[in-house]
């Protein structure tokens, strides 16, 4: 049955409004509560029509506290707001002593923070879910520098990640008819290559060879969830300024596409940041495209290489770093010149940047033994395959910045999807094609040492392209590297 939206915001507004005139008559009119007395009444109260008006009033005060009296709220929730560990302790105990359904039922009520609770109440308000984003988006600002913080912001998101389930969300095409309003903010929240107004939107959205979709929330009518823009091509793209120069193709004499080309994959909401939609959004995307175009055959990406530039930074930087030799350091001098691209005649530069991005995504690890790059572990976690490393695929100032020009395609192979996630959800397993394990180097050794080659434990190991010819290839984990979390902007 379909819902209509609008009447119950309107139905909750009403109740909201009936709630605080009851609130305005047990005060006598008056209100003289601070927006703490406020947090525990809605805890401690069970009156539905007095607790969504206290959820309005707090979610409107908290809107207009400055920055150091939001803080002060979070800090609140953290200390007042969490399990009672004495009760914990006796449910535990109790289940210890007699096990069974009634114990446990008790300790799991027992460690349920009192904050999920609170934010529940609070998501009762017409129009409190996009303020509860807004509020974990100032709550994660504070995290970092505030690790007391970490526990409230690990209830939030555990709320925000059942109602912003799969089953929740729409997906919706975006096209030159969507509503402006749309229209504005996915230029503002195009996150991997800058929109220039509406003229160059309209390039990206109108053309018969070109697509956008998002996804959507019944709760946030308005407001895309995250964005994939799509190009329709007879051929797998290395550069991304061709890709988006290209002249458009009308709708008559064009030849049918065969490869469909994800250039761009952008997160809206920060407040959401770490709920993953992107590997949901690729998969029906492509089911909605094969529907569409039954001449398709070919899924790649055209991805940005967000850390590299970082990590060969400090590689270089490190005399003693075995990954780069002389002759490498002599070849990428080039690259201090910021008007390198249009000068550069010698083809070392191109080899060695390359055989160092072979490494950078077969070799390099995180702490956890995860790739380095994080659109890498995004794509490749979603069973897609690493097909090849493109040279002055982006020669922005952006893309010079990040990955001194180099772009990567990721293969989603259809057969080849649900292997490629396991491999690599199980055993670390990188799928690659021959072409990008051609570009990598015997693994350098420690320098002063001599060892023998004995796999380690934790081995990370490249899959072939082709599945008959599979052909292994050594990838112990380096150094570690905080990364931003997968679920971040990519394409």
């Known amino acids: 049955m379909p819902v209509n939206v609008s009447f119950l915001q309107e139905l909750l507004t009403t109740v909201a409004e009936r709630g605080r ?25 069970a009156g539905e029509a007095s ?36 009760r914990v302790r006796a449910a535990a105990e109790a289940l210890v002593q007699e096990p069974g359904e009634g114990t446990l039922a008790e300790l799991v009520k027992a460690v349920e923070s009192p904050r999920q609770e609170f934010f529940r109440r609070l998501n009762l308000a017409p129009g409190a879910t996009a303020e509860l984003v807004a509020m974990r988006k100032d709550l994660l600002a504070r995290v970092n520098s505030e690790p007391s913080l970490a526990a409230v912001d690990a209830d939030l998101k555990h709320l925000l990640t059942s109602w912003f389930n799969r089953g929740f969300l729409v997906l919706r095409r975006i096209d030159w008819n969507t509503p402006a309003a749309i229209l504005e903010k996915i230029i503002r929240y195009e996150a991997v290559h800058e929109i220039h107004g509406f003229d160059d939107l309209r ?14 929330h019944p709760a946030l009518i308005d407001e895309p969830l995250i964005f994939v823009e799509v190009a ?10 061709l890709l988006l120069g290209e002249e458009s193709k009308a709708a008559d004499g064009a030849e049918p596409p065969t490869t469909a080309v994800f250039y761009s994959i952008s997160n809206c909401q920060e407040g959401l ?56 350091r002599v070849a990428l ?14 083809e070392s530069t191109k080899d060695t940047l390359l055989a160092l991005a072979a490494h950078y995504y077969l070799r390099a690890k995180t702490s956890d033994g995860r790739p380095i790059d994080p659109v890498a572990r995004f794509h490749l976690g979603n069973g897609a395959r690493l097909e090849r490393v493109n040279w002055l695929g982006d020669v922005s100032s952006k893309g010079l910045g990040e990955a001194h020009g180099l772009m990567v395609n990721y293969r989603y192979d259809l057969k080849e999807i649900e292997r490629n996630h396991e491999a690599y959800a199980n055993d670390g ?32 190991k490249a899959i072939a392209s082709d599945p008959e010819h599979r052909q ?11 990364g931003r979390p997968d679920e971040g902007s990519a394409a």
């Not at 390039?203 to 959507?216: E, I, S, T």
């Not at 329709?232 to 300024?241: D, N």
């Not at 010149?337 to 010698?346: A, L, Q, S, T």
């Not at 570009?439 to 990370?460: F, H, I, M, Y």
């Open 429 to 460: 397993v990188i799928a690659a094609s021959r072409g990008v394990r051609a570009l990598l180097r015997p693994e350098p050794k420690p320098q002063g040492l001599t060892v023998s080659r004995v796999p380690a434990p934790g081995t990370v």
């Open 232 to 241: 329709l091509t007879s051929q797998v793209p290395g550069s991304i300024q």
């Open 21 to 45: 005139s009851l609130l305005d008559i047990s005060f006598g009119g008056e209100r003289k509560e601070s927006i703490t007395d406020q947090i525990e009444a809605l805890v401690a109260g």
């Open 333 to 346: 001098q080039v690259l201090k010149d910021p008007g390198w691209v249009d000068e550069i005649e010698d």
């Open 51 to 86: 607790g969504v008006a206290r959820a309005r009033e707090i979610l409107d005060r908290y809107k207009r506290l400055p920055s150091k009296e939001r803080g002060e709220f979070f800090a609140f929730i953290a200390s007042r707001l969490r399990p009672d560990l004495s």
């Open 273 to 328: 940041r770490g709920i993953s939609f992107g590997s949901f959004l690729i998969k029906q995307v492509v089911e909605e495209l094969v529907r569409e175009i039954d001449t398709l055959k070919t899924f790649v990406t055209l991805s940005p290489a967000p850390n590299f530039a970082r990590w060969l930074d400090r590689v270089l930087a490190n005399g003693s770093d075995p990954v780069a030799s002389e002759a490498d």
């Open 472 to 482: 292994d290839t050594a990838a112990p984990a380096a150094a570690s590297e905080r």
């Open 203 to 216: 390039r990206r959205l109108d053309p018969v060879d070109r697509r956008c979709f998002a996804f959507f």
